[in-house]
């Protein structure tokens, strides 16, 4: 309705960093407390660093923001015509 295509892309690279974001922080406590009880059954033990834990979230945010931004291309550039000829 008007918007340009880098202002939708935004708008919705926005919400679902968002929500990627709340998954994290839902997914950490959770998988510290798991695999810090599948690492004690180790001779050799490792210790759990944030950078682990950072470096996934940041690969789920890149993954997210490309999806939604390609997805966001393709659904803007299209011709309108096309959607209305099927429905």
Do not use: C, H
Not at 11 to 32: D, G, H, Q, T
Not at 54 to 78: E, H, K, N, P
């Amino acid at each position: 309705m008007g918007a340009s295509t880098p202002r939708l892309a935004v708008k919705l690279s926005r919400e679902f960093v968002l929500l990627v974001l709340v998954a994290n922080a839902i997914a950490w406590p959770v998988a510290y407390y798991a695999m810090s009880r599948w690492l004690q059954s180790f001779a050799y033990r490792i210790g759990l660093r944030i950078e682990t834990f950072a470096l996934a979230a940041l690969g789920a945010i890149v993954v997210a923001l490309l999806t939604v931004g390609t997805q966001t291309i393709r659904a803007a550039s299209a011709n309108p015509v096309d959607s209305l000829r099927y429905e």
